[in-house]
């Protein structure tokens, strides 16, 4: 395989649509472009676009960022085709269970456009390749600060931020004539409109192994929600970082949420061959007007009757034309994040049932007496149920919630003084991904030790979704080499466990 | 294909490069911004032999030579390189060539 070109990608977007006609809807986008040309999408998913929430990926944004097209494509082509052969998908290190691509494919829609900006790139490929903005022939634009958001930046903003953005034709980061005055911009917001069911936007770009979620004109804050980019009061101070003059306000929920969501993505892209993108806000890599990430979130705050979009932005890689060889690899990378966000996306919800088994090894004076907690959600359990347990070459199962078997449980079957109340919000099962998940020993004495041959634990959520819930692990390598974890006083008293579905 | 150069500047004071971008009109987008790393500051930056030429010239008359260093790479082949892995024709042409994704299936 190589870098598509354009046609080849509006035709594989229009070929897998053809071929997957009850998973997918093609959508033509009403505006071609500056030289004529007609952009494609595809939805997918077993609902209609009433039925369900809806994440939408956008790539090719920027001209020269040839591989966000691939990932698109690559992306939607593997859940298709895992989802007809019920077949689980790897990427590297990371694997996805067939319960897990089918959750995804018949409780959610994904709206796939691939190539925003198809002229651009067809310079890049052809003559310029390292063109960015579109093609407009009066003055190209960069499509990506042509959005609604804070677009009039040098009256919106401190005369002495640095905003990456310029009313300067020239410039690389111009940010046109008007916002939304091009085709390519105004395509994508016909999505958001045409599709209100819209919560969630990716827009994949290149590059610097970012993931970066709202907001990008300043400093994100909880405390005041009259500090916004709607009060005209904090216009000439705007965009500086470091100061309090002016930070940008964003739910306490909402941002962590999206901090959690990227968190996911990173942990799902380690997986994969061990590359860690950096998780911050998108003002951390520079002040930004007129972002698409940044338009999608405000929505609802400029018109509450549309539904509130949580934005991201993906940077992939180290460069913008990596040789094709290393885009395979990035692709992977990218897809088994865009696999792990669409399932935490409807992981909302409480963590009401968490099910821990935990094998001692099979070898003289493995077992023990000792306590032994679970770390997870930012808060311990204690793992201790009726009757002897963590005994020499025994698999313990400890559960936590809904049907409980630990001790000391309410009435409804729930531990006691912990969060699990009846009628009382639990841990926020979206959140379970931001805390380290851990096993704690705490020895009976000090020759206490306890031999670890494997754990394993199962976060649901309360919605039930999705099927499988969120896996943790410890030493699975252990089997291999059957050489168990000793805890103690001596050997140390942590297990930290990895995420993944690998023993689901 | 004109010749295209990546320039990475460095220095021990932000403003200065943060000055540098703004009065040179530099292309900087989505290359990561302004990091730092061992007290250093640095950011990628893509031009033209011209454009090379024209910063190299303001650091010098400015005086900035030692506050700021420029290591200009020419990426020339690296991009002709690249346009050489741009499929040709239209691989998918005809509604039966279905796209595969680069993940593995594995049936149950």
């Known amino acids: 395989m190589v870098y598509l070109n354009v046609q080849e990608v509006e035709s594989a977007i229009i070929n897998l649509a053809t071929a997957y006609p009850y998973l997918c809807e093609l959508i033509t986008l009403p505006?071609?472009?500056?030289?004529?040309?007609?952009?494609?999408?595809?939805?997918?998913?077993?609902?209609?676009?009433?039925?369900?929430?809806?994440?939408?990926?956008?790539?090719?944004?920027?001209?020269?960022?040839?591989?966000?097209?691939?990932?698109?494509?690559?992306?939607?082509?593997?859940?298709?085709?895992?989802?007809?052969?019920?077949?689980?998908?790897?990427?590297?290190?990371?694997?996805?269970?067939?319960?897990?691509?089918?959750?995804?494919?018949?409780?959610?829609?994904?709206?796939?456009?691939?190539?925003?900006?198809?002229?651009?790139?067809?310079?890049?490929q052809t003559i310029a390749p390292m063109w960015r903005k579109n093609r407009n022939p009066t003055a190209p634009v960069d499509i990506n600060r042509n959005y609604d958001f804070l677009w009039d930046f040098p009256n919106l903003f401190s005369p002495s931020a640095n905003v990456v953005v310029s009313t300067n034709p020239s410039s690389d980061v111009y940010h046109g004539p008007s916002p939304f005055s091009e085709p390519e911009t105004r395509n994508v917001l016909w999505l958001f409109d045409e599709f209100p069911r819209i919560r969630w936007y990716i827009d994949i770009h290149s590059y610097s192994q970012l993931l970066l979620y709202n907001w990008g004109d300043d400093e994100n804050q909880s405390t005041d929600p009259t500090m916004n980019f709607r009060?005209?009061?904090?216009?000439?101070?705007?965009?500086?970082?470091?100061?309090?003059?002016?930070?940008?306000?964003?739910?306490?929920?909402?941002?962590?949420?999206?901090?959690?969501?990227?968190?996911?993505?990173?942990?799902?892209?380690?997986?994969?061959?061990?590359?860690?993108?950096?998780?911050?806000?998108?003002?951390?890599?520079?002040?930004?007007?007129?972002?698409?990430?940044?338009?999608?979130?405000?929505?609802?705050?400029?018109?509450?009757?549309?539904?509130?979009?949580?934005?991201?932005?993906?940077?992939?890689?180290?460069?913008?034309?990596?040789?094709?060889?290393?885009?395979?690899?990035?692709?992977?990378?990218?897809?088994?994040?865009?696999?792990?966000?669409?399932?935490?996306?409807?992981?909302?919800?409480?963590?009401?049932?968490?099910?821990?088994?935990?094998?001692?090894?099979?070898?003289?004076?493995?077992?023990?007496?000792?306590?032994?907690?679970?770390?997870?959600?930012?808060?311990?359990?204690?793992?201790?149920?009726s009757g002897n347990q963590f005994q020499k070459g025994n698999e313990d199962e400890f559960i936590i919630g809904l049907g409980s078997n630990?001790?000391?449980?309410?009435?409804?079957?729930?531990?006691?003084?912990?969060?699990?109340?009846?009628?009382?919000?639990?841990?926020?099962?979206?959140?379970?991904?931001?805390?380290?998940?851990?096993?704690?020993?705490?020895?009976?004495?000090?020759?206490?030790?306890?031999?670890?041959?494997?754990?394993?634990?199962?976060?649901?959520?309360?919605?039930?979704?999705?099927?499988?819930?969120?896996?943790?692990?410890?030493?699975?390598?252990?089997?291999?080499?059957?050489?168990?974890?000793?805890?103690?006083?001596?050997?140390?008293?942590?297990?930290?466990?990895?995420?993944?579905?690998?023993?689901? | 294909m004109d010749k295209v150069f990546k320039i990475t500047a460095s220095s021990e004071n932000a403003d200065l490069l943060h000055n540098l971008i703004r009065e040179q009109n530099l292309d900087i987008g989505c290359t990561g911004g302004i990091t730092s790393k061992d007290n250093k500051f640095s950011i990628d930056i893509y031009a033209s032999e011209k454009e090379v030429t024209k910063l190299q010239e303001k650091v010098l008359a400015e005086g900035l030579t030692k506050k700021i260093s420029l290591e200009t790479t020419d990426i020339t082949d690296h991009l002709s390189d690249r346009l050489k892995e741009v499929g040709t024709g239209n691989k998918y042409e005809g509604a039966n060539e279905v796209p595969h994704g680069l993940g593995k299936k594995v049936k149950q």
Not at chain 1, 101 to 108: A, D, G, P
Not at chain 1, 455 to 477: K, Q
């Open chain 1, 31 to 124: 505006l071609q472009t500056h030289e004529g040309r007609t952009s494609h999408a595809v939805r997918i998913g077993k609902k209609t676009k009433t039925e369900c929430d809806c994440i939408l990926l956008t790539g090719g944004v920027h001209a020269r960022e040839w591989g966000s097209c691939e990932i698109c494509l690559s992306f939607a082509a593997d859940l298709l085709e895992a989802y007809v052969t019920n077949a689980s998908l790897q990427y590297g290190g990371k694997v996805f269970s067939n319960n897990q691509i089918r959750f995804i494919i018949e409780n959610l829609n994904i709206i796939i456009f691939p190539d925003v900006n198809p002229d651009g790139r067809n310079h890049s």
């Open chain 1, 231 to 385: 009060n005209s009061s904090f216009n000439s101070v705007r965009g500086i970082p470091g100061d309090t003059a002016y930070t940008e306000y964003i739910p306490a929920d909402d941002l962590t949420s999206e901090v959690s969501l990227a968190n996911h993505m990173d942990n799902s892209i380690i997986a994969v061959r061990g590359i860690n993108y950096i998780v911050e806000q998108a003002f951390d890599l520079y002040p930004t007007s007129g972002t698409s990430i940044d338009y999608a979130y405000s929505r609802n705050y400029t018109h509450p009757s549309k539904g509130k979009i949580f934005g991201f932005t993906i940077e992939w890689g180290t460069q913008f034309q990596p040789p094709w060889s290393e885009m395979e690899n990035i692709i992977l990378d990218i897809s088994s994040a865009l696999v792990t966000f669409c399932l935490e996306t409807e992981s909302e919800g409480i963590a009401d049932r968490i099910v821990v088994k935990i094998q001692t090894g099979d070898k003289p004076d493995a077992g023990t007496n000792g306590k032994v907690y679970l770390g997870i959600g930012g808060r311990e359990f204690r793992l201790n149920k």
């Open chain 1, 406 to 504: 630990i001790l000391k449980a309410d009435k409804n079957g729930l531990p006691l003084n912990s969060t699990f109340q009846d009628n009382s919000p639990e841990i926020p099962f979206n959140t379970i991904g931001v805390y380290p998940a851990y096993i704690r020993f705490e020895p009976s004495n000090s020759n206490d030790e306890w031999n670890v041959d494997k754990v394993y634990v199962n976060v649901r959520s309360s919605t039930g979704i999705p099927a499988g819930g969120l896996d943790f692990y410890g030493y699975i390598l252990n089997e291999i080499n059957d050489d168990n974890i000793w805890l103690g006083e001596d050997s140390g008293l942590f297990i930290n466990l990895r995420s993944g579905a690998c023993l689901s």
